[in-house]
């Protein structure tokens, strides 16, 4: 592992600082390129023209005109968070401007991901005149054929990146898909259904037919798209910031969905308080173990209703179901440990995993906690079976920097025609289906093709910091700034990087590392989570540590802490 100093430009860090912004957080965004305090401002008006967004017009004349028409229409949802609120917004919205609007959500253990044509066989059932993907759709070509056949019209909004042939869909909206010139590439699903429903609204204006009623005020559903955003570690660039950002300010404000605020109270957190890492390691997990585990419709319910007794509800059982998957993550965690003991020192560019009682909701946790132990891209797989065609292995992989995983797996299927049946993702993450028999060829097909793509520089970890931070800043009042910021994929919390003597070390928690450090005089508390999984040893008496400033709060008084998250020698 390489610790590094990210790079930034003077002349960046002192207009920050003229503008007024703390001495710390002018050198951590001159760091993240922000040039000037412009370039943080939060007001919705600074969002991208939704006009911008290819076929966004032409999808708000399509449902313009079923809603006038009184058509059905069914949202077919992915089984994440990003799917789970992508629908909410629409189903919400919808209702809002009068559409009969219904969703469905697949099984991910019985139909697999996408608009597949079983799951379109069971949406006919319904009777919907247009269906409506949120989260998927855009390499469902086989699935969108079937609903024309059917007679059932299709809209797409995705934002994943599309294969060689697009589905023949009525409309697309996804800024992935070959010639949209929308500048964020990286809205989320919920971002995109967001925008079709700021067109919607634009058409059904320029019509007259929100004159006789209050206009909905889409803003309300911005909690719902912070928390798909941040849940599906899309990069947060200059328009997800703003969204994340009004999204925060409604569950500070109280203007927050039932459902979010019965899931902050189920994990014990107080919404006023909400930050960006609630919405990614809080309430985020807890809406995906319904998808992981049991029906994404649980998910969906707890995110449409207004019933606080039924939100608190729907919240309670999706946190009992993230306690169960927490106890199945750890025992296929101790599985995948001990499947590669000894492999950190082995030659190999890949890690491909499969234990035929793991569960296949998980094992894409599982992927994430390998890739970061061993720096690797990594997929690991768990039996699956998909309208009832069995002997199948359903796998979910996650990247290192410098492996565009999709377009590896992409690679892999053009040189082994039906070796993968089917594939999809992003550069960083991806799920694909293959069949058992043909694991082992996959794995080394994939190995072999990863390692002709990676380069050779990108196999060291490296870990960007934002250097040392002076002592002075070691304080409460620093760190909750901090935290009340907007962190995520592409726009990164504050790592800092100092030398510190260790005065004292203890285990706590079985996994943990809870220290006593000091620098220049001055005695600080801090904790490395799962350092015992990591080293297993204790700390030498001076170390170098890459760590965040952190609040900790313990009986109810609040302190800072350091959380370190790498240490070696100093």
Known sequence: MKLVVRPYAEADRQALLQAGVHPVLARVYAARRIHSAGELAESPARLLPPAQLARAAEAAVLLADAIKAGKKLLIVADYDADGATACAVGVRALRLFGAKVDYLVPNRFELGYGLSPELVELAARLGPDLLIT???????????????????????????????????????????????????????????????????????????????????????????????????????DANNRILVAQGLKRLRAGFAKP???????????????????????????????????????????????????????????????????RRIESAMLEEARAATAGLAAAPGATLALFEPGWHQGVVGLIASRMRERLHRPTLCFARAEEAGQKGLLRGSGRSIPGLHLRDCLDLVAKRAPGLILRFGGHAQAAGLTLREADYGRFA??????????????ARLRVVETDGTLDSAYYTLDVAQLIEQQIWGQGFPQPLFCDTFNVESQRVVGERHLKLRLTKDGRRLEAIQFNAMESTGAPLPPRIRAAYRLMVNEYNGLKSVQLGVEHAEAA
């Open 134 to 236: 949120v989260d998927n759709g855009i390499a469902s070509v086989e699935g969108v054929a079937r609903a024309r056949e059917l007679g059932i019209a299709t809209l797409i909004t995705d934002h994943h990146l599309p294969g060689d042939a697009l589905p023949q869909a009525e409309c697309i909206v996804n800024p992935n898909q070959p010639g949209c010139g929308f500048p964020s590439k990286a809205l989320a699903g919920v971002g995109v259904m967001f925008y079709v429903m700021l067109a919607l609204r634009a058409e059904l204006r320029e019509r007259g037919a929100l004159r006789n009623a209050p206009e909905p005020n889409l803003a309300a559903l911005t909690d719902l798209v912070a928390l798909g955003t941040v849940a599906d570690v899309v990069p947060l």
């Open 259 to 325: 459902g979010l605020n019965a899931l902050l109270r189920a994990a014990g957190r107080v919404p006023a308080q909400a930050t960006s890492f609630d919405l990614g390691f809080v309430i985020g997990p807890r809406l995906n173990a319904a998808g992981r585990l049991a029906d994404m419709s649980l998910g969906i319910e707890c995110l449409i209703t207004d019933d606080e007794a039924r939100a608190a509800n729907c919240a309670q059982e999706l946190d009992r179901l993230n306690r169960e998957r």
């Open 444 to 457: 080394e097909l994939f190995e072999h093709t990863a390692a002709e793509l990676l380069p050779e520089g």
